[in-house]
Each structure stands twice: as C-alpha cells, then as structure tokens.
C-alpha cells in the first residue's frame, strides 16, 4: 500500500485540468477560432487530456482496490462503487440531452422510437456511448458527443483491474508489471493489425478501439508509479525535465514517421513522471481549490461537447464575429462549467451516498479526513 498517498495531494485538480484540456482542444477545433496562442490545428497548448485520464485512473483506481482487498470487501462492492460514479451522470446526460434536441427541432418524437435512436440512446444506458447514428448531422459536429468514446475503455479497464491485483499477489509486482507492458505492446500490435487488415470502419476494429487494450500503457503507466513512487529520484528539475522532453518528442515529426503509434510508449514515461510529481507536490490552494467547488471533472468531460455542439448549431462564432475569439471559448468555459456543477451537485455527489462501502482509509476518524487520499479525489472517477 503506498503510505504516501494516504496525504492530501492535487490529484483531483490534475483530472480536473486533463479534463479543461480536452474542452479547449475541442473547443479551438470545432469552432474555428483562436484560443490565446492557441490556432486551430496547433498543438502548442497539452492535447493529451485522455491519456492522462489514463495515467490517473491507473494510478488512483488500483490503489481504490488495493484498499477494496484490504479491508476484505466483496467483489461486488467495487463494481456497485464504479458503476455509481460513472453511470448516473452518463444516464443523466442522454435524458436531458434528448429533450434539449426534441426542442430545438433536431430530432422529433417520431425519432424517438427509430431503431438509430435507441441505438445511440441505450449505448448511453449501457456505458458504450459509441453510435453515432447520422440522424442527428445537422446538429454542430453530427456526433452529439463524440467525447465519450473513452468511457468503454474506462469501465473494461475497471473490470480488468481484479485480474491485474490477482496476477500481483500470486507473481509479484515486477512479473505484473512485465505482463502489462506485454499487453500494451500487444494491444498496439494488434490494432495495427486490424487497421491493416479489416480497416478502420469494421465492426471488429472498431469495438477493439472502444476497449482498453490498445490504451494499456496509459493505465499501466499509473500503476507503475503507484507502486515505485517511493523508489525513485523525484524533484522539482526532474519533473521540469520530463515535461520538457514530453513536448519534445511529441513534437518531432520525424520519431513520429520513425515509430508511429509505438511512439507512445516512450512520450507516456517523461509525461506520467511529471504530472504524478505534480500530484504529490503541487500547492495545496489547489486542493483546497476543488475540495470546495466539488469534483467537476466529469462533468466537464461530458458536457463540453453538448455546449460546443451548441454553438455550431446556432453559428455563435459567426453572430459574435466582432468579439475577440478568446472571448467565445471563455462563454464554453463558463457554460460547460455551470452545467458540471449542476451535475455535480444535484447527480453524482448525492447518488454516491447509495455506494455499499468506501475505500476511504481512516474513515473512523473523521479529523483525519482531509489527510486522506480519496477526500483529495473526493469520488475517484
């Protein structure tokens, strides 16, 4: 169990700030217009919010489970716990969505009983938000949220980690560990493959890419430091240098050409050791920061795109050609902000009082609360 954790940490601003990542890079794109120095196309501005979503959940949900194994807690308990995180926001997001598409004349109430609507809509219900049926193209993008196509790798990832805790106990970490990067050089592998083989557009290829396999490394990349944190150099330099040699290989062209989607294998090391040095050691305002507005992360995640979409579809960037372009994504900040802590507030933080147990450590204490790891990440998503 890493003890260190058990201490407050800036975990849950990182998630909030991966989150922010993603909204301005959808943002920027779709609209058309600058964000600060960042043009549509540039890659200036971190356009890796997903695999540090990744990184986090590897990291943060093992150790959830670790906890889960420790205090002798049914399997159930901790599927019922990620389901409750996940799930009634999601659930939420295709109810209100649907009516807000049925008023502004996107979709009718004769399109509510086409099999391409209950597709997409019970894809939402069951945690594989993955159809993008064409009845919805008039509306911004044509895909009402395309964002959530990482929820299926989040939830197969969840259900896979009791396999990985198994392996660990009866191998040992560092044959666990072997096994993972295995599986994520072979879920690359394999995804080249299909891309090769059957196409991008096949049904096989495309549920493969919607599971965790070809993202593995993300994940075991948390893991990793979740359990050797403590062996290694850590500082302020170090977690200057990764970030700076994360960029770099990002942005030589020729490794990409070189390496291709392998590439991933080497950026995800200098950028995880980075961001979890900044977990550990980032200013404690910024604990204190989310620990009062609430876990908004996920509901920025979800409903930034429905906003965006929005404003394609009312030409908001055309009406407001006058204003600074800056100004427009700072009316999608606040929009999508609004809605995930209303999200938060009235949804995800009051279901998850039905959860069956916490992974809380210390929990009989309540003056040792704000010392814990899961009040820093109040929910771990």
Not at 199 to 217: A, C, K, V
Request: hydrophobic share 50%; proline share 4%.
């Amino acid at each position: 169990m890493n003890a260190k954790l058990e201490k407050a940490n800036v975990f849950d601003f990182l998630r909030l700030f991966a989150a922010f990542s993603v909204l301005i890079q959808h943002s920027v794109g779709h609209l058309g217009v600058n964000f600060l120095w960042l043009q549509p196309g540039g890659s200036i501005w971190f356009y890796d919010g997903v695999p540090l979503f990744f990184v986090l959940s590897g990291m943060l949900v093992y150790y959830s489970y670790e906890r889960h194994v420790k205090d002798s807690k049914p399997l159930k308990f901790y599927v019922t716990n990620r389901f409750l995180r996940v799930a009634p926001a999601i659930y939420t997001y295709a109810i209100i969505t649907t009516i807000v598409l049925l008023i502004i004349g996107v979709i009718s109430l004769k399109t509510l009983i086409t099999v391409k609507f209950l597709a997409w809509f019970s894809g939402n219900f069951l945690l594989t938000p993955i159809a993008y049926p064409n009845i919805f193209k008039s509306f911004g993008t044509g895909v009402v949220n395309g964002s959530l196509w990482t929820i299926p790798q989040e939830f197969s990832f969840y259900l896979f980690v009791p396999i990985i805790f198994m392996i660990e106990r009866k191998f040992g970490f560092k044959k666990m560990f072997i096994f993972l990067i295995a599986i994520s050089i072979l879920g690359i592998v394999l995804l080249q493959a299909l891309n090769t083989t059957l196409g991008e557009s096949n049904m096989i290829t495309f549920l493969y890419i919607h599971s965790f396999l070809p993202y593995m490394i993300y994940f075991s990349m948390g893991i990793f430091w979740l359990k050797c944190w403590s062996k290694v150099k850590s500082n302020g330099f170090m977690a200057l240098l990764s970030i700076l040699v994360y960029f770099g290989i990002r942005n030589l062209t020729v490794l990409d050409h070189v390496l291709g989607p392998y590439l991933k294998l080497l950026w995800i090391i200098p950028l995880s050791y980075s961001v979890i040095w900044f977990g550990y050691n980032g200013p404690s305002i910024l604990h204190k920061m989310v620990k009062k507005t609430g876990d908004l992360s996920f509901g920025v995640y979800i409903w930034h795109m429905v906003i965006i979409n929005l404003f394609m579809y009312y030409n908001v960037t055309k009406t407001l050609a006058g204003w600074p372009s800056t100004l427009i994504h700072v009316l999608v900040i606040i929009s999508t902000f609004v809605l995930a802590a209303l999200s938060w507030r009235f949804i995800e933080r009051p279901v998850l009082k039905f959860k069956p147990y916490t992974s809380r450590a210390g929990m009989e204490d309540e003056s040792k609360r704000t010392e814990n790891l899961i009040v820093a990440n109040e929910y771990i998503n």
